[in-house]
């Protein structure tokens, strides 16, 4: 994930722009160049999603709702849980069944034209929310069966502001608030795991909640500060330089273990709009996912 105040560049450093591939471009090309020679030993499954995190309400942007056409009440709710292994899920969010790298990249466009954006002060184009890219991976041993998961999580932060910099107001004024609120639910979960106190705080927040498999435990977890090089910039670079400083002495567990996957009881075909929410269960051992068509 990407942290640092507004105008700082983390949208360019996890998404790039028409020109250069930021971070999630690269991690699509760098997986299937990973998984292209096991094939002959294992079947992939990839599934994608893309989550907006704004004013403190998750949209899910790969399936958008013209607000000013639908009710309110119309709009999917999404809302986040954990399975009993304490994995993350986010229900009602679509999850799309993609078989090639170009085809995850024209997913990630797609969901990136949905992001609220906004001018200010500080950033013509600033963010106004978090925008979460995930990426599910599903193997199946050819001989044994053996089913396994994995799960890429891409998070572009909101810019931290000073309102008074910023000059936001009216319902920007409240976006600004609610991304600052939430980032300071993120420090402070950051905070509780590097102080390896026995409670975190991921309740406090929706984003610290979605974020919580992708944190502690045996995650690998990679951050990015973004600083401005502007001199009237200097506090907020010093604040963001402290705070990477608190999340640098996180400690996980290591590499994770190979545990099974957990099976939706349906496999929708690629051609399939969304996969539907449903809860999931263990996979028997022999049990094989069908084969892209």
Same mark, same amino acid.
């Not at 999404?78 to 994995?87: E, M, P, W």
């Not at 990630?108 to 001018?119: E, F, N």
């Not at 929310?129 to 050819?142: C, E, G, Q």
């Given at each position: 994930?990407?942290?640092g ?26 997986l ?9 030993n ?18 899910? $942007?790969? &399936?958008?709702? @013209?607000?000013?056409? !639908?009710?309110?009440?119309?709009i999917?709710?999404? =809302?986040? %849980? ?25 997913? $990630?466009? &797609?969901?990136? @034209?949905?992001r609220? !954006? ?7 184009? =600033?963010? %106004? ?16 069966g ?13 810019? @931290?502001?000073?309102l ?31 102080t ?60 994770p ?10 496999m ?23 084969s892209p068509?």
């Amino acid at each position: 994930f990407a942290y640092g105040q507004t105008g700082a560049g983390k949208t360019y450093t996890m998404y790039g722009n028409q020109r250069e591939e930021g971070l999630a471009a690269r991690t699509i090309t760098e997986l299937f160049r990973i998984i292209e020679p096991m094939n002959h030993n294992f079947r992939f499954r990839i599934y994608a999603s893309m989550v907006e995190m704004y004013n403190n309400t998750l949209l899910d $942007l790969l &399936r958008p709702v @013209s607000k000013s056409s !639908v009710s309110p009440k119309d709009i999917p709710k999404l =809302s986040v %849980r954990y399975d009993a292994a304490g994995n993350v899920i986010v229900d009602s969010l679509c999850e799309k069944v993609v078989l090639d790298a170009p085809e995850l990249k024209d997913l $990630l466009k &797609r969901g990136l @034209s949905h992001r609220t !954006v906004a001018a200010n002060a500080m950033n013509i184009e =600033s963010s %106004r929310s978090h925008l979460i890219f995930i990426i599910k991976v599903l193997s199946t041993n050819r001989q044994t069966g053996e089913v396994l998961s994995g799960k890429l999580l891409l998070c572009d932060l909101g810019g @931290s502001e000073r309102l008074k910099k910023s000059e936001s107001i009216g319902h920007h004024q409240k976006e600004a608030i609610e991304i600052n609120r939430s980032l300071t639910a993120l420090g402070d979960v950051i905070e509780a795991i590097a102080t390896k106190q026995k409670c975190v705080p991921y309740r406090n927040h929706k984003l610290t909640q979605i974020m919580q498999d992708s944190l502690g435990g045996s995650a690998k977890t990679l951050m990015f500060v973004n600083c401005s090089p502007a001199w009237n910039n200097l506090n907020e670079t010093m604040m963001s330089l402290m705070w990477a400083s608190r999340a640098k002495k996180v400690t996980n567990n290591g590499a994770p273990a190979s545990t099974p996957a957990l099976i939706p009881p349906l496999m929708l075909s690629p051609g399939s709009p969304c996969r539907s929410p449903m809860h999931s269960r263990r996979g028997p051992s022999n049990s094989v996912l069908p084969s892209p068509k």
